[in-house]
């Protein structure tokens, strides 16, 4: 079986978690999804009342709170203190807030040690997230940068979300991009492709053969 590192970063609306999920568990794989990371602190961030711009005290919250994620691909375990926040990460108010905690260094650097200690116990893994390839694990086995037209991106989280009329679309499409520009443009650990990284465009795959295209770069990259 497969042995080693799968690192998928990409923009929102990729596709990237479902892919890497199915991944994982074509290749028998571990899977750490970095964003539930980042969105478990936000709900630290938000019970303990802060403004998530006040980058201080998201710092002091973050690094007083303890966040847990499972590393199975047919599980979602993410707790915060102890407490199932699950769901509650995927909501609408979390997912306003994330891009501002996520650019706090001290932020980061926690959930980056944390994440490198994750992976070190697993003998084949997957990690998503923006900065997985350039920044957590720089000598990862296969680094795939998942991109896909703004459209296409728009359309597919709205049908995840079971959103249907044109101004929910509209919406949508303006909150991807606001957190697209703010991930991308953040002084630490940006989102872009790393130098190595394989680029795959989803646009015109559907999610089996994004996910054939990612199995088949992992069978020759060892
Ligand atoms: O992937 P997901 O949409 O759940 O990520 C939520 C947010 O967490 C992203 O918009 C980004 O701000 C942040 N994030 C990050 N670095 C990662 C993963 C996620 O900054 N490795």
């Given at each position: 079986g497969?042995?080693?590192?799968?690192?998928?970063?990409?923009?929102?609306?990729?596709?990237?978690?479902?892919v890497?999920r199915?991944?994982?568990t074509?290749l028998g794989?571990?899977y750490l999804?970095?964003?539930?990371?980042?969105r478990?602190?936000t709900?630290?961030v938000l019970?303990?009342?802060?403004?998530?711009?006040?980058?201080e005290?998201?710092?002091a919250?973050v690094?007083a709170?303890?966040?847990?994620?499972?590393?199975?691909?047919d599980?979602?375990?993410v707790?915060?203190?102890?407490v199932?926040v699950?769901v509650?990460?995927?909501g609408?108010?979390?997912t306003?807030?994330?891009?501002?905690?996520s650019a706090v260094p001290?932020?980061?650097?926690r959930l980056v040690?944390?994440?490198?200690?994750?992976?070190?116990?697993?003998?084949a893994?997957?990690?998503?997230?923006?900065?997985i390839g350039?920044?957590v694990l720089?000598d990862?086995?296969?680094?795939?940068?998942?991109?896909?037209?703004p459209?296409?991106r728009?359309?597919r989280r709205?049908?995840?979300l079971?959103?249907?009329t044109p101004?929910?679309?509209?919406a949508l499409?303006?909150?991807?991009?606001?957190?697209?520009e703010?991930?991308?443009?953040r002084?630490?650990?940006p989102l872009?492709?790393?130098?190595?990284?394989?680029i795959?465009?989803s646009?015109?795959?559907?999610?089996?053969?994004?996910?054939d295209?990612?199995v088949?770069?992992?069978?020759?990259?060892?």
């Amino acid at each position: 079986g497969f042995r080693g590192q799968i690192t998928l970063d990409g923009p929102s609306g990729t596709g990237k978690s479902s892919v890497a999920r199915a991944v994982a568990t074509r290749l028998g794989a571990a899977y750490l999804d970095t964003g539930a990371m980042y969105r478990a602190a936000t709900v630290a961030v938000l019970d303990a009342g802060i403004d998530p711009e006040d980058a201080e005290a998201v710092a002091a919250v973050v690094a007083a709170a303890r966040i847990e994620v499972g590393t199975a691909a047919d599980t979602e375990l993410v707790q915060v203190d102890g407490v199932d926040v699950a769901v509650r990460i995927r909501g609408a108010e979390v997912t306003r807030a994330v891009s501002a905690v996520s650019a706090v260094p001290a932020v980061r650097r926690r959930l980056v040690d944390q994440q490198r200690a994750l992976v070190a116990a697993a003998d084949a893994v997957v990690v998503e997230g923006r900065d997985i390839g350039t920044v957590v694990l720089p000598d990862a086995t296969l680094k795939v940068y998942l991109t896909a037209a703004p459209e296409a991106r728009a359309e597919r989280r709205a049908a995840q979300l079971g959103l249907t009329t044109p101004e929910e679309v509209a919406a949508l499409a303006v909150d991807l991009r606001r957190r697209d520009e703010y991930d991308s443009s953040r002084a630490d650990s940006p989102l872009r492709p790393a130098a190595d990284a394989m680029i795959v465009d989803s646009t015109d795959l559907d999610r089996q053969g994004v996910v054939d295209r990612v199995v088949e770069l992992a069978q020759s990259a060892v």
